[in-house]
């Protein structure tokens, strides 16, 4: 029996890890501890008997989860790939240079989605524009994505959900993973892991993640004459550690490096290789001689610790405590045309647990926490009035709160979860964050979803919307330019951004339907409203707008479908419909610019017998978004998007070949401004004059790049006994 | 643009030609083989505990050599093997699952 002892406790961490997915009310530290609990081992089967992308039935809050066989569905190369298939989640690139990607849910921006790492937050402030691309799809073992007002465990900041990655776990038995990928477009993805369990009894265990890629080869597919993707040269590595005593005290700690360069922008058409051509200082000096290219060029490095110390109060580990600390230090140095924008950020938070589930229907958690944020941002940028504007705010932001969550279960039927947070922040006093959720089951095959509640979050302005640095217009800030008598910019401020959100979702569930026991129908509907916003407007021709609106909110309609039709072949089709609407002062309620108004995703999904081949096809479709107002109103045209990919599974290994964007659908006129005049265009492929305040980067709605073909290898070795 | 359509319809006609003859033998020839495959079903008693197991137990019987078939249940604690006797046999699949730290005690076997 000794034999076996290592693959149990192995399983046993592995089940509390699920537990954790189950329940995302509960925070991962003490629920993983918790352990011999009747439950865990339902929930465990549950999570990953489900469709690789799909609804859980079992959570209380309404949740989209991809496994990792749904993140095996495309390339997914990085975090922001893998919500391709997913109609809740859009994706879009923030402007035409950077590369930075930026999600949407609920038709607002992704910065009103709080990240959670294995439900520590991050992704916050600087590190918001490019973190979704900084995360590797291989390094993840699944995503959830929880709609509306989840847990106040994880601080208010939540707006419109939360999306917890779950990584690939310390615990797991494969001591080697290696991904190597390569696409069309050269970029070059090469990923390890690697899971190791130091001793007999199960008490360590350590998994080592390694990430690398590049772009190498410059594309202009559109002939804008700027670059579609930067040059980029990444590399992250992450140490996570598990210790897990008799006792039943568990500690998870872990360090982070991440360094990114990526330069965009013009290149040099006289050159056969399309290279970036844009240098800060050259540009800056503006010899009228010399062929100025304009471009960008970005540095991120950031490091990260965490740690999570889960301690048992009593025998069944019933009654239990968490501690959960995150260190982050975060550095940005860019340059965009003449705008040059350094800034650092250093973080830490600190959140202490208590959780009693003595009673099998009522359990409660209560904790403190804090959370320090300093920013330190050099902006320099040409403005009319007075010249150039340089501003240099450094900024203390500090939240400290207590909060408290009741839950109540009456077996599978019914379960509500009130939650309460009162929270000091620095700048603006105390604040309350209540939060509500219900959840019905009537009979087994409906479930019905309430859930709502406040969020607070302070504003990044810059890096928010990293978009209005690749355009030289000028900033306003609350509708006046920046002088003597407004000299706080918005824009150099952080504002506590405040809203509400409500929403429910109907799921009907058809067991005698199809192949398998899981098809089913769902409705949500989910409305933000917000109290208090921070917004560029992109609107005029030669200014963005920083300001506050009147009012601003989004309705959100989702229909999900999910069917096996015949056996290992599965249909999944989702729409999303969207109305957001936003009123400036002075111009009315309005339609959210560059919002799409709906999006529809059908995957369809076949795989031979022991998947020994599968095939997937991911169609999506558009909808129309307006365009800015300097652009003449109008929307954008409807486009589908086509994805398909073959995955051949052998003993240890796998390889996949695919292509994205099959339509070749790519939006032209990307670069938005004046047109260049001869003199100045000579030598170059640009067609508008970036050197006037007209021009505009960030005017993204559509693919930038054509066709893309790609294909990899994983190799998996499991551990033997 | 019909035009186009067309030629490149021909082109793909064109090239697949010389190879359709060798999938349509490989077909006839995977058919061949299937005739001849000595199918059996052998059921392990096993000791799983959790849902990662399972997917540790698909992720490498299902590819083990002559394998056709697999069932990993948690509830019952069993592994159904269906294999090509031509190929493997219970004892070697049997040492298989044993390698992966899981024991596997020969319950039944069928032959189909």
Known sequence: MRKYFLPISICTLCT?????????????????????RKDTLTAATFTASGPANGLSKFKDVRTEVINSAGLCKMACCNLAESFE??????????????????????????????????????????????????VPGPWLSSIQIAKGSPSVINGGESITGQINLEYRKPTDEIPLFVNASIMSDSRIDFNIASSLQLDKQGHWSTAILGHVCGNFAGFDMNSDGILDDPRQ???????????????????????????????????????????????????LKGDSTATRFWGSTILNQSINAYFKLGIPLNTDNSRNMAVVGDFSDYFMNSAFGKTKYDASQTSGFLNLLFQDQTLQAHHFTAGVSGRIDHYNEMFARPMPTPGWKTVNPISNLGIVGIFGEYTFHLEDKFSLIAGLRGDWYSNDGWKAVPRLTLKYAPIEQIVLRFNGGRGLRYSSPLTDNIGTLSTTKTFKSAHEYVSATNPSPLFASHTLEDSWVFGGNITLYFPGFGAADNSYLSFDCFCTQFTKQLLAIYDSSTTIDFCNPKRSFSNNYQVDFFVEPLKRFTIMATFRYTDARVDIFGLGLRE???????????????ATNLKKWVFDFTASVNGPCRLYD?????????????????????????????????TNFTQKDVLQGTAISESKAQGRAIKVDPEINTFDASCVWGPLMGIKIYAGVRVTLWKKD | MEKRLMRIIVAVALLLCPV????????????????????????????????????????????????????????????????????????????EIVDLGYPAIKVNTQQQ
Not at chain 1, 233 to 247: E, F, H, K, P, T
Not at chain 1, 255 to 263: H, K, T, V
Not at chain 2, 53 to 69: L, P, R, W
């Open chain 2, 20 to 95: 359709l003859p060798g999938v349509s033998s490989l077909v006839e020839a995977d058919a061949a083989a299937k005739v001849q495959k000595q199918l059996q079903t052998v059921v392990f008693k096993t000791h799983l505990h959790c849902e990662n197991c399972v997917k540790k137990v698909m992720a490498n019987i299902s590819y083990v050599k002559g394998v056709e078939d697999l069932k990993v249940s948690l509830e019952k604690q069993t592994i159904t093997v269906t294999f090509n006797a031509n190929k493997t046999d219970a004892d070697k699949i049997a040492k």
């Open chain 1, 630 to 662: 300097y652009l003449g109103g109008g929307t954008t045209p409807v486009y589908p998007l086509l994805y398909a990919q073959v995955t051949h599974n052998m003993k240890g290994w796998s390889i996949y070949l695919g292509g994205e964007n099959l």
């Open chain 1, 592 to 606: 959210r610019p560059m919002v799409s108004k709906y999006k529809g995703v059908l995957n369809l999904q076949y």
């Open chain 1, 85 to 134: 298939n997913s109609a809740s989640v859009t994706v879009g690139y923030s402007d035409a240079v950077t590369g930075a990607r930026q999600i949407r849910l609920l038709g607002l921006s992704g910065v009103y989605t709080q990240m959670l790492e294995e439900n520590r937050p991050a992704m916050r402030g600087l590190a918001a524009p490019f973190g979704l691309s900084y």
């Open chain 1, 16 to 36: 509390f890890d699920m537990l954790a997915f189950a329940l995302p009310q509960t925070p991962v530290d003490t629920a993983l501890i918790y352990a011999d």
């Open chain 1, 233 to 283: 040269l990444g590399i992250n590595l992450a140490n996570r550690w598990l210790y897990y005593a008799d006792s039943g005290v568990q500690l998870r700690f872990g360090f982070s490096f991440l360094r990114d360069q990526r330069a965009g922008g013009e290149y040099d058409p006289s050159f056969n290789s399309k290279k970036p051509a844009y240098n800060y200082d050259t540009y």
